[in-house]
């Protein structure tokens, strides 16, 4: 069965810390992406990655980087956390779109709060 | 731009009631479509999916969904809601003509049921 794991499920984070955001696939997607959830507002895109080292901006990249060194890993990074980050942040991920367009498997989620 | 829309925050029913969620998307053509439910503590699980086809397209747990190209929309339904169906649901959007699977959200129903 497909599997996205976050690394982890709650973190709690200073104003101005360096923050690091795991997420790890095993059904070997070339597409992965990384979404902040907020109460109605729905899922909102950060940025996503289409194969590794590949990386586009989402809908709402500011004050986030990300990493793909492998194709498995999917890193979010906020460089220094502000309490506007305190989000719950999920990472999906999908094979190559354009003929299936199969659906987003996603992570239980990471709720992180900036202090 | 795409955009999806679902107007209904929070709805309650009780159990063995009926239910329709709405969603209205915005795009330039026939999107792809896609139901989304997320259990409390849980990522998301795809309940259904339209391409194209058969604009009535049936899904896990019991739902169906009704694709209406006039209206723009795509109602989440069943018939005789469980006390387990409580949970939000998110409506999503994608291109056809993507090969990265990215999808745009709507704001989410939380739906909560009544014994």
């Known amino acids: 069965d497909v599997k996205v794991t976050q690394s982890s499920r709650y973190l709690v984070k200073r104003t101005g810390e360096k923050v690091f955001l795991e997420c790890v696939q095993d059904?070997?997607?070339?597409?992965m992406f990384w979404y902040r959830q907020d109460p109605g507002l729905g899922l909102r895109l950060i940025y996503f990655?289409?194969?590794?080292?590949?990386?586009e901006k989402g809908d709402i990249p500011e004050g986030y980087s990300v990493s793909r060194e492998k194709k498995e890993r999917f890193s979010l990074i906020l460089e220094s956390a502000s309490t506007n980050q305190t989000s719950m942040y999920l990472c999906?991920?999908?094979?190559?779109?354009?003929?299936?367009?199969?659906?987003?498997?996603f992570g239980n989620g990471t709720r992180l709060t900036v202090t | 731009a795409q955009s999806v829309t679902q107007p209904d925050i929070h709805i309650t029913v009780s159990e063995g009631a009926s239910l329709e969620l709405r969603c209205n998307y915005s795009?330039?053509?026939?999107?792809?479509l896609f139901w989304y439910v997320q259990s409390p503590g849980q990522g998301l699980q795809l309940l259904l999916k339209y391409f194209s086809g058969d604009t009535l397209v049936q899904g896990i747990k019991g739902f169906e969904a009704e694709f209406k190209r006039s209206q723009s929309s795509f109602n989440l339904r069943k018939p005789s809601v469980h006390w387990s169906d409580a949970a939000e649901y998110f409506c999503?959007?994608?291109?056809?003509?993507?090969?990265?699977?990215?999808?745009?959200f709507g704001q989410g129903t939380t739906l909560q049921v009544k014994p």
């Open positions: 059904m070997d997607h070339e597409n």
């Open positions: 999906a991920s999908s094979p190559p779109g354009r003929r299936t367009y199969s659906p987003l498997h």
């Open positions: 990655s289409y194969d590794v080292k590949m990386k």
């Open positions: 999503a959007v994608g291109s056809p003509s993507s090969n990265t699977g990215k999808l745009i």
């Open positions: 795009y330039g053509a026939t999107p792809y």
